[in-house]
């Protein structure tokens, strides 16, 4: 049995379409990691190359961060799912495939931090580099120019980044309380429907009872009939 999700990051569906959704993104995700980590390596230490090649990092950097926003988004909608299947096997099932996603996306997140942090202390190095030799080569100015571009557009994906994650921890907390709510919403519905079964029970003891009282009542005024004329006969047929 598999649960349907709502309006989430997921764009609804059922459970198995959610976690396709996040698999898909997995991929993409650690195709992107591979790609960023060639661009990285291929680039020489020297600064022109490094200004060069610096360019298309931080867009890429960026798609990442978003596509593993994105899969922490479908895992949230996942554990919102996968708590209301009725079966227990089926709900231990998703439990783990959910976890194992989102240990993918926190080891994505973990190896973008890691280049972000080497990336940037290239950067800067680099740039140190270039200002010593700033009055020995007329190329450096240019250069430099191009790093502090290249530092406010990394600063800028930081930026971005940072916003995401803000978002992604306000839309768990949001979904955490539907949850919460829906869940204390439930065990109200169950104890009305105790109460409504209980009153159910003992108005057909009433019932019953009212049926039998007026019963015995009957049988009562029929016994005291009976004994009278009996009595009265017993009477005649004597005198």
């Not at 591979?34 to 020297?46: F, G, N, V």
């Not at 202390?121 to 790093?147: D, P, Q, T, V, Y």
């Not at 979904?175 to 104890?191: E, P």
Request: aromatic share 6%; charged share 30%.
């Amino acid at each position: 049995m598999e649960g349907r999700g709502g309006g989430g990051g997921g764009g609804g569906g059922t459970i198995s379409d959610i976690y396709q959704s996040a698999r898909r993104l997995l991929l993409r995700t650690r195709d992107a990691l591979d790609r960023l980590e060639r661009l990285d390596s291929s680039i020489p230490s020297s600064s022109s190359a490094i200004a060069a090649g610096v360019s298309d990092s931080p867009e890429l950097a960026l798609s990442i961060k978003r596509d593993i926003a994105q899969i922490h988004t479908l895992c949230a909608d996942m554990d919102r799912l996968w708590r209301s299947i009725a079966a227990k096997s089926q709900r231990d099932l998703w439990k783990r495939k959910v976890e194992q996603v989102a240990e993918e996306a926190n080891s994505f997140k973990e190896s973008l931090d890691r280049h972000s942090l080497r990336h940037q202390k290239r950067i800067l190095e680099a740039k140190e580099r270039a200002e010593l030799l700033e009055r020995a080569n007329g190329e450096s100015a240019h250069i430099l120019k191009i790093f502090d571009e290249e530092a406010q557009a990394m600063q800028s994906a930081r930026n971005s980044s940072m916003m995401l994650e803000e978002a992604y921890a306000t839309g768990v907390a949001v979904l955490s309380k539907y949850a919460d709510q829906r869940d204390r919403l439930k065990r109200a519905q169950r104890k009305a429907l105790d109460i409504l079964n209980t009153v159910g029970l003992s108005n057909s003891v009433l019932k019953l009872i009212e049926r039998r009282h007026r019963v015995d009542k009957w049988i009562a005024y029929a016994g005291m009939i009976i004994t009278v004329v009996v009595v009265f006969a017993f009477w005649r047929w004597t005198h």
